[in-house]
T-cell receptor, first 112, second 110 residues
Framework: GDSVTQMEGPVTLSEEAFLTINCTYT??????LFWYVQYPGEGLQLLLK?????DKGSNKGFEATYRKETTSFHLEKGSVQVSDSAVYFC???????????FGAGTRLTVKP | DVKVTQSSRYLVKRTGEKVFLECVQD?????MFWYRQDPGLGLRLIYF???????EKGDIPEGYSVSREKKERFSLILESASTNQTSMYLC?????????FGSGTRLTVV
């Protein structure tokens, strides 16, 4: 079945460092891909999405490009801030968003 | 903005109790979901519903049931709570852009 694998954490970075969180997927069809973020004590919030190959999703300085050839959707940010400390989830949906599969989550801590 | 509200942020229940977790959304969405979140396992789908009185099992439905009597409300029921059901429970509803999640209910079964 469809699945998502994302890099294990935790990830600890200094402020202004470059961030990459790897995400790869397995799907039989042509899924939509998502990154969600969970701040402490809160539910998940949609960070960005891409619905077809070569699409780039972006939001709040974060970017991810849908790479069909490598079945990847890596999350990047050029300069992280302390406020980016959260858990990040990669996800896919292969059937009109009715069945979303999540990765295990990667905890990011950014230190001043 | 769509709002998904879960009635409790924290709950402590005893083994064997019947537990109700409530979720309400305010945007007339048809599709609603219950997940549990555990460290290292991400989110796992328990049940979802695509319409009033309709429900579908997710990946881990054992020990749970659901109720959808009204479109805005989707309840998760633990018929007889057990310690392995201690977890964070997240409700979501489906919008055009993706899921909107509630803040979660952290349930501890003692």
């Amino acid at each position: 079945g469809d699945s998502v694998t994302q890099m294990e954490g935790p990830v600890t970075l200094s402020e202004e460092a470059f961030l990459t969180i790897n995400c790869t997927y397995t799907a039989t069809g042509y899924p939509s891909l998502f990154w969600y973020v969970q701040y402490p004590g809160e539910g998940l919030q949609l960070l960005l999405k891409a619905t077809k190959a070569d699409d780039k999703g972006s939001n709040k300085g974060f970017e991810a490009t849908y790479r069909k050839e490598t079945t990847s959707f890596h999350l990047e940010k050029g300069s992280v801030q302390v406020s980016d400390s959260a858990v990040y989830f990669c996800a896919l949906s292969d059937r009109g968003n009715n069945d979303m599969r999540f990765g295990a989550g990667t905890r990011l801590t950014v230190k001043p | 903005d769509v709002k998904v509200t879960q009635s409790s942020r924290y709950l402590v229940k005893r083994t064997g109790e019947k537990v109700f977790l409530e979720c309400v959304q305010d945007m007339d969405h048809e599709n609603m979901f219950w997940y549990r979140q555990d460290p290292g396992l991400g989110l796992r789908l328990i049940y979802f519903s695509y319409d009033v009185k309709m429900k579908e099992k997710g990946d881990i439905p054992e020990g749970y049931s659901v109720s959808r009597e009204k479109k805005e409300r989707f309840s998760l029921i633990l018929e007889s709570a057990s310690t392995n059901q201690t977890s964070m429970y997240l409700c979501a509803s489906l919008a055009n852009y993706g899921y909107t999640f509630g803040s979660g209910t952290r349930l501890t079964v003692v």
